[in-house]
């Protein structure tokens, strides 16, 4: 994926109140957990859980893995922000490598989705590609998605418009360290052309607006990872919070 277009960057955006991030606090559904008896990780977002794991058990939790070729979707114990594991997304540049995870199937209806996790970004991929974050979908579309372009190391936003188009926005201009754990969260609630994006980055608000043109009127998942092959890159994922209303 090349940068073609993009429109104004997030100061133009008018901030929310809403979803304010909080560090340590209410904690999410231990029911989605799986963390092997510690506490599951959690935040001050509405919503139900339905992934919130630190992935101490060593499974995926609630979490849907699909990987083909050469990528690799598993726990590890090489990194952990906390505790002792993580799960790891692989993928190269060989022809049907994949890997991602992705929330069960949303309940029907769902409009409002908040996602927090923590992202270690240990090999970046090929000039023109990405390592993403978050991306959330309405069926087999992918609405909104965010993530470190290996050409700079810069945060993007990228939204998909009612006409099909990519529509960018840049976050960070600075390059994003490589071998760090960084937070990410991110909140898309679909309205049509009144759809409501937030996002923040290491507890700092780099966007929000409630005035996102997008065609969906709900969600029905968020992956980890990309849903396309041979989109290069090495990640460790830890403290995923997901939740739906």
Same mark, same amino acid.
């Given at each position: ?116 996790? +923590? ?36 945060? +993007? ?23 760090? +754990? ?17 996002? +923040? ?45």
């Amino acid at each position: 994926m090349r940068i073609s277009k993009a429109f104004s960057a997030a100061g133009t955006a008018s901030l929310l109140a809403a979803g304010t991030l909080v560090f340590g606090s209410a904690q999410a559904s231990s029911a989605a957990g799986c963390n092997a008896g510690t506490p599951a990780p959690g935040n001050s977002y509405p919503g139900t859980a339905v992934v919130a794991s630190s992935f101490e058990s060593g499974s995926y939790c609630t979490l849907v893995r699909k990987v083909s070729g050469t990528g690799t979707a598993a726990v590890s114990s090489t990194q952990a922000r906390t505790g002792n594991r993580s799960v790891k997304l692989h993928a190269t540049t060989d022809s049907g490598s994949l890997a991602n995870f992705s929330t069960p199937a949303l309940p029907s209806g769902t409009k409002t989705v908040y996602a927090d996790g +923590w992202f270690n970004i240990t090999t970046a991929g090929v000039p023109g590609n990405n390592v993403p974050y978050f991306r959330f979908f309405s069926g087999s579309q992918r609405v909104a998605d965010i993530y470190r372009y290996n050409n700079n190391g810069q945060l +993007w936003l990228r939204v998909t418009a009612p006409d099909g188009n990519f529509v960018y926005t840049k976050l960070i201009a600075g390059s994003i360290t490589m071998n760090a +754990w960084h937070r990410v969260a991110m909140r898309v609630t679909s309205n049509g052309s009144n759809s409501t994006i937030q996002m +923040w980055f290491d507890g700092v608000q780099r966007y929000s607006s409630s005035a996102v043109n997008i065609s969906a009127s709900t969600l029905s998942k968020v992956q980890l990872g990309a849903e396309h092959s041979r989109q290069k890159g090495d990640q460790y994922v830890d403290d995923v919070v997901i939740k739906g209303s």
